[in-house]
């Protein structure tokens, strides 16, 4: 029991030291905003990437939905904080978003997860494509009706609520969600899902059931990066959330290693920074996706199963090599 | 009451009848040995059994304590729960999880965690999780396994691996295992160590064990009663003395005028 404190406060001990980390930055004046841009839009891409690799790396199913998820919850935050242009509406609309994904996760979710095989990358492929054409049919503004998605043209003036500080403390939070949902016994039967579905059933698991709930707690998380997203951006329109997007959280989890949640988290950071760099630098901004692309073509080739594979960062393994009189490298098998 | 009933149970695939009106009852703490030719339908009435397959015709009653449940319909996990586990012919371990894990995940059937004392770490979270990694220890160590706690399933031995699988079956704490041919592919010296194995599982936990098998030297040794099927029906039944002299049987076995 103490020594899991002892793991906890490390883990606590190192969020609280990265932020302090940005924080001191920012102060001195060390960031400018564009980079602040750029760590908050990681911050999103962890949460996605996060999620994502719920599905696909730990209960071994594929979705292709992705931001069709995050556009309820974007969408939901627009609406919602033109309703209630407060603090609370701004964090109600998160539930909302959250309580919506919710609901089609899980009516998506039932009737494909029944079913052993890759049913689910189409069925989600389609509801993300679903949920763009409605919201492209919305109506315009709120005197019209709830629905006002604002169409093609999207919504804009979103109230900005998250700020950099916001998006670390949501990242931090659905981390520690879902780094311990799959560190507990469901979470052990969610693997045991990957592994072997028919032996799992044999054991006593009930794979639709534990398949749902991995597949709805990912979609959740994506719903509330879709409300940070809108709220820090400001302007959002249905084109956000396409099929691209989804392809581009996908990139992610594969470039970090499917299964590893410290690889999404690397991966995310790794990918942002060649993102900003790509972007900033006149020389080779032209360049930027044939770079992109060559660097994914890369670890493909070096690195099938992405930067760390299935490895991740335990601190109960990094306690162990210090005891043991080791050095850096804390990265070890689970 | 026996512990499972299963009356005239058919499978039909098509035009196949791959199990066809089969009748056995298995008594409690019984050591019983299904064999056949191969393709004679042994591994697919295991599957019908534990629910993989839906049966097409009869039944299968399971008895716990005189409470009767009817398997027909139910799923695999379902059927796992009432405490009917089985291994596999083409061993199925999760290969990429720990041995630990292997055994925590049989746990998991009995012993199940609610959702929000996980993701919350409430302190009857770690309870429990010490609770289940000390038991599955114990199970470990009665089969010589403790050593190998945090290797990889996929780098075990093929014999440790089929042993494992054993141990994760018990893990579920079954009243009723079914073997599907865990000597497939060991030389003597492994098939040996199994006769034991399977031996001390049966007086141990008390269980009833139900075994397919091919190497009848095993099959003759520790079971108490023989199945015979051939082309899905049971063609004889009783002590493996009595199988040893069947001429039905020796005929499916080695051919011959009727």
């Known amino acids: ?334 | 009451m026996p512990l499972l009933t299963v009356d005239r149970l058919t499978k039909n695939f098509g035009g196949l009848a791959a199990v066809s009106n089969v009748s056995i009852q298995l008594e409690e703490n019984e050591l019983v040995g299904l064999i056949g030719p191969n393709g004679a339908g042994k591994t697919t009435l295991f599957n019908l059994l534990t629910g993989v397959y839906e049966p097409s015709e009869g039944s299968v009653t399971f008895n716990e304590n005189g409470k009767e449940t009817l398997l027909n319909k139910m799923k695999p996990y379902a059927i796992a729960d009432l405490g009917i586990s089985r291994t596999f012919q083409n061993i199925r371990l999760f290969k990429d999880l720990t041995v630990l894990d292997n055994v925590l995940i049989g746990f998991n059937s009995k012993n199940k965690q609610g959702i929000f004392s996980s993701v919350l770490r409430l302190p009857s979270f770690y309870r429990q999780e010490a609770e289940l990694k000390e038991r599955s220890i114990e199970l470990l160590k009665i089969f010589d396994m403790e050593n190998e706690l945090e290797t990889l399933a996929r780098n075990l031995p093929y014999g440790q691996q089929r042993r494992l699988e054993i141990i994760r079956a018990l893990a579920t704490q079954p009243k009723l295992l079914f073997l599907d041919e865990p000597a497939a592919g060991m030389n003597p010296q492994e098939t040996a160590e199994l006769t034991e194995l399977i031996r001390k599982i049966h007086q141990e936990f008390g269980i009833t064990i139900v075994l397919i098998e091919h190497d009848m030297s095993l099959v003759m040794d520790v079971c108490e009663r023989l199945y015979v099927l051939e082309y899905g029906q049971l063609i004889a039944q009783g002590t493996p003395a009595e199988i040893k002299e069947n001429k039905r049987v020796i005929q499916a076995y080695l051919g011959g005028e009727i």
């Open chain 1, 1 to 334: 029991m103490r020594k899991n404190l002892k793991y906890n406060l490390s883990w606590l001990l190192l969020a609280v030291a990265v932020y302090l980390g940005i924080f001191v930055l920012k102060s001195v004046g060390l960031l400018s905003g564009i980079v602040e841009d750029t760590l908050s839009l990681i911050g999103i891409n962890v949460i996605l990437a996060v999620g994502l690799n719920l599905i696909i790396g730990f209960s071994g199913q594929f979705s292709l939905g992705h931001a069709g998820f995050m556009a309820i919850g974007a969408y939901a935050t627009a609406i919602f904080t033109q309703i209630q242009s407060t603090y609370t509406g701004f964090l109600l609309s998160i539930l909302i978003g959250v309580g919506i994904t919710i609901v089609v996760a899980l009516v998506v979710g039932i009737p494909t997860l029944r079913l052993k095989g890759d049913y689910l990358a189409i069925a989600t492929l389609g509801i993300a494509e679903i949920i763009r054409i409605l919201i492209v049919n919305g109506k315009d503004d709120l005197s019209q009706g709830i629905f006002a998605t604002g169409g093609a043209a999207g919504v804009f003036g979103i109230v900005d609520y998250a700020n950099w500080e916001v998006i670390y403390i949501f990242m931090v939070l659905t981390t520690i969600i879902i780094a311990n949902f799959i560190h507990s016994s469901t979470g052990r039967t969610v693997l045991s899902i990957r592994e072997d579905e028919i032996a799992a059933e044999a054991m006593g698991v009930n794979s639709t059931k534990v398949k749902v709930l991995a597949f709805v707690l990912g979609a959740a998380t994506a719903s509330i990066a879709g409300s940070l997203h809108a709220s820090y951006i400001q302007t959002i329109v249905p084109g956000d959330f396409g099929f691209m997007k989804s392809v581009d959280i996908l990139i992610i989890v594969v470039f970090g290693g499917i299964g590893s949640l410290t690889g999404s988290f690397v991966a995310a950071i790794l990918l942002g920074i060649l993102n900003h760099v790509l972007r900033n630098v006149q020389a080779i901004s032209d360049y930027r996706m044939i770079v992109y692309a060559l660097a994914l073509i890369i670890i493909m080739i070096f690195k099938p199963g992405g930067l760390l594979g299935k490895k991740e960062l335990s601190m109960k393994k990094l306690f162990q090599r210090i005891g043991k009189g080791g050095k850096e490298n804390a990265s070890v098998d689970r």
